[in-house]
Structures are given as structure tokens and as C-alpha cells.
């Protein structure tokens, strides 16, 4: 018999697979918020432990870098004006509301 897994298990299981997706999708585009930094982390605009409905959001979660997702915390402006360029105004305004 399967061992049951628990919620907790399962959503650890779902957030490596969506980053994974993210990195691979994003690897050619470099990173969203420098352009000119490599894919190595999911980054997202809207941080998923605070909205966790823009958790798994495609919009939201963009490739970024090492240097622009974790010294500079997400590098906001630099994302804000990526997804602006990738996704036109109308998707970031999607995503404030």
C-alpha cells in the first residue's frame, strides 16, 4: 500500500515542479528583472507565501537571477518593468488587483 502524502508534502512537491517549469521556460529570456543576468531562480513579483493565490500564477513567477532574487529582494521595479515589457500593462494590472 501507498503511503499517503501530507498537504504540506505535496505542496513542497508542487512549488519544485512550477519553479522547475519557470527556469526551464524562462532559460533563453534571461533574467526578467536585469535582462542581462542568467534563469537560476523562480522569482515572484507577488511573493506566494504572502498571496498565495499568484503562488503558481504564470505571470507572477518569472525566471530571474540569483543576484536580483535574493540581495535584491526581488529587484521590484526591475520586475515591475519586465513583466510590463513581456506582458504589456494590461497583465501587471491583472496582477495588482
Do not use: W
Not at 519544485?16 to 521556460?25: D, M, Y
Not at 529570456?29 to 504564470?58: D, W
Amino acid at each position: 500500500m501507498a503511503k499517503v502524502k501530507s498537504i504540506r508534502v505535496l505542496k513542497r512537491i508542487a512549488i519544485q515542479t512550477f519553479n522547475r517549469f519557470v527556469r526551464e521556460r524562462d532559460a533563453q529570456k534571461g533574467c526578467i528583472s536585469c535582462i542581462t543576468g542568467g534563469v537560476h531562480n523562480a522569482g515572484h513579483f507577488y511573493h506566494g507565501h504572502i498571496y498565495s493565490a499568484l503562488q503558481f500564477n504564470e505571470v507572477n513567477v518569472q525566471g530571474q537571477c540569483v543576484h536580483c532574487n535574493l540581495p535584491k529582494a526581488g529587484n521590484e521595479k526591475g520586475f515591475r518593468q519586465g513583466l510590463i515589457r513581456r506582458y504589456g500593462q494590461d497583465k501587471v494590472d491583472m496582477l495588482d488587483y
